[in-house]
Antibody, heavy 118, light 113 residues
Framework: EMQLVESGGDLVQPGGSLRLSCAAS????????MTWVRQAPGKGLEWVSS????????DYADSVKGRFTISRDNSKNTVYLQMNSLRGEDTAVYYC???????????WGQGTLVTVSS | DIVMAQSPDSLAVSLGERATLNCKSS????????????LAWYQQKPGQPPKLLIY???TRESGVPDRFSGSGSGTDFTLTISSLQAEDVAVYYC?????????FGQGTRLEIK
């Protein structure tokens, strides 16, 4: 059974940093693009970033470009999201998703909550 | 960026009745070289992550009940639930994957009347 488990969410002050992790199991991780999608409290879904299967291509939403970095370790079946210069508007549940290369999320984790507040 | 607009924002339908949810993109998501619409639908129940229902605008994901169907092309799309069940109460999102940035609609909240 496919499973994605996010971790690393926390309360952090504005301007701070955080690294999220997403551990995958139940599928051949190295064959798939992985994506982070976030959802602010009571709001809709926002695509954040994607990394290709071999990590040779990454994409970012304009709202996080230059502040967030996506990476992956195929030997550990894990994808990461390094978040720097955090702002209040980054407060959200962050989901990682197994991404079919054409562009949809086939499987989602349960999410990890990031709260940016002083 | 392609803007996705869903309507209505909320919808109340009686059990067993048809529910029709709409999604409109600001530009066509039909890729002419393969004649495919780059559009997916998701269901999100309270406290849960989203769940994939439909991709390529009309292809049902494995395990999704056949009361769910997707239709439309170009810029106008519809998710139809043919006979609403209590477990279908959720927020439904459309998403385009025609171009980066990937964008979602704002969601339609579906309730029981």
């Amino acid at each position: 059974e496919m499973q994605l488990v996010e971790s690393g969410g926390d309360l952090v002050q504005p301007g701070g940093s955080l690294r999220l992790s997403c551990a995958a199991s139940g599928f051949t991780f190295s064959d798939y693009t992985m994506t982070w999608v976030r959802q602010a409290p009571g709001k809709g879904l926002e695509w954040v970033s994607s990394v290709s299967a071999s990590a040779d291509n990454t994409d970012y939403a304009d709202s996080v470009k230059g502040r967030f970095t996506i990476s992956r370790d195929n030997s550990k079946n894990t994808v990461y999201l390094q978040m720097n210069s955090l702002r209040g508007e980054d407060t959200a549940v962050y989901y990682c998703a197994k991404w079919v290369v054409s562009g949809w999320a086939e499987c989602w984790g349960q999410g990890t909550l990031v709260t940016v507040s002083s | 960026d392609i803007v996705m607009a869903q309507s209505p924002d909320s919808l109340a339908v009686s059990l067993g009745e048809r529910a029709t949810l709409n999604c409109k993109s600001s530009q066509s998501v039909l890729y002419s070289s393969n004649n495919k619409n780059y559009l997916a639908w998701y269901q999100q129940k309270p406290g849960q992550p989203p769940k994939l229902l439909i991709y390529w605008a009309s292809t049902r994901e494995s395990g999704v009940p056949d009361r769910f169907s997707g239709s439309g092309s170009g810029t106008d799309f519809t998710l139809t639930i043919s006979s609403l069940q209590a477990e279908d109460v959720a927020v439904y999102y459309c998403q385009q994957y025609y171009s980066v940035p990937i964008t979602f609609g704002q969601g339609t909240r579906l309730e029981i009347k």
